[in-house]
């Protein structure tokens, strides 16, 4: 067959080889589409498939999951027994010359409360007859004897100044906690299925779930145990400090301060001279012609 007669051949026929190029082209997409849906179930299930759909649900993120122990506005008002912390502040002035003899009644009521003094900052000002001391103490004290333990610290001198605050951590605390079973109970879910699976690729990234959930729940019992040891035990920032004596600002003026104020003095003298020097003179001027001008006039 001539080239002329297979060319009027496909111009009478373009309608079906239209239409068998379009099967063609939707077959291959489709094909692909499938084949493409297939590679990614199959690479989903190699990457831990298995774990990671059961993952997913459990909303962990890659890099561990790190819920926020932070301040909960919500102050769980049905919970009946609260959870309270108390710190306070208190600076006193004792007499003069017994600074350590009441620094060891300081530490006597400490140990008798079986609290603890957990910094001490002891600092001498000045020197001779102008010297004193002052002191600054962080103590903790079991809750249960703070009050007891304040009245006994306001005796030991005359207090200056005294701040308490009470915070009610009800709401973080009930928080914290709830969040620490769930975590708990995920972590016992990763463990149920890292003994299920049996691919090794399955294994390896449900040991590295279980060890980012180790850590979160590390992290949230840490947040648990610092507020349960401030419930525990309250702390008092106190400071101390030793009257200062009565002429303690009295001294004898030096040689250079004599010099320096007759020195300003002058200076002041002569800027007092210079302004008032031109009016003067014009003054005596006035007051010539004015005696002039009456002696003509007699």
């Known amino acids: ?25 939707f077959m291959s997409g489709g094909l692909n589409m499938f084949s493409g849906s297939m590679n990614y179930a199959m690479d989903s299930y190699k990457s831990g498939g298995y774990a990671e759909s059961m993952v997913a649900d459990m909303g962990y993120q890659r890099g561990g999951y790190y819920p926020n122990p932070g301040y ?5 008002p049905e919970v009946e027994e609260r959870v309270v912390t108390k710190t306070s502040s208190m600076s006193t ?8 003899s009441s620094e060891a009644v300081l530490k006597s009521i400490v140990t008798a409360s079986r609290g603890f003094i957990l910094n001490e900052n002891v600092n001498q000002h000045d020197e001779g007859w102008k010297a004193y001391s002052s002191g600054y103490y962080t103590i903790k004290v079991p809750t249960n004897d703070y009050s007891n333990v304040l009245a006994q610290l306001k005796e030991i ?35 149920q299925m890292y003994a299920e699976a049996t691919e090794i690729e399955d294994k ?38 030793e009257k200062r004596s009565n002429y303690a600002n009295i001294y004898f003026v030096k040689f250079y301060e004599l010099v320096d104020n007759l020195v300003d ?15 003067a003179v014009v003054y005596l001027l006035g007051r010539v012609v004015y005696l002039r001008v009456k002696r003509r006039q007699n």
């Open 1 to 25: 067959m001539a080239i002329k007669d297979q060319l009027n051949k496909l111009k009478e026929n373009w309608l079906l080889i239209l239409l068998v190029f379009v099967v063609f082209v």
């Open 72 to 76: 909960n506005e919500d102050f769980a």
């Open 93 to 100: 002035e004792i007499e003069r010359g017994k600074y350590y």
């Open 157 to 191: 001198g005359e207090v200056k100044s005294f701040n308490e605050n009470a915070q009610d951590v009800t709401g973080r605390y009930t928080d914290l906690n709830t969040q620490l079973e769930t975590e708990r109970s995920r972590l016992e879910r990763y463990e």
């Open 204 to 241: 390896i990234n449900l040991n590295d779930r279980i060890f980012n959930q180790e850590r979160t729940i590390k992290y949230l019992e840490d947040a648990i145990n610092n507020i349960d040891s401030r419930v525990d035990y309250s702390q008092i920032s106190f400071r101390m400090t």
């Open 265 to 279: 003095s002058t200076s002041s003298l002569l800027r007092f001279a210079f302004t008032i020097f031109p009016w």
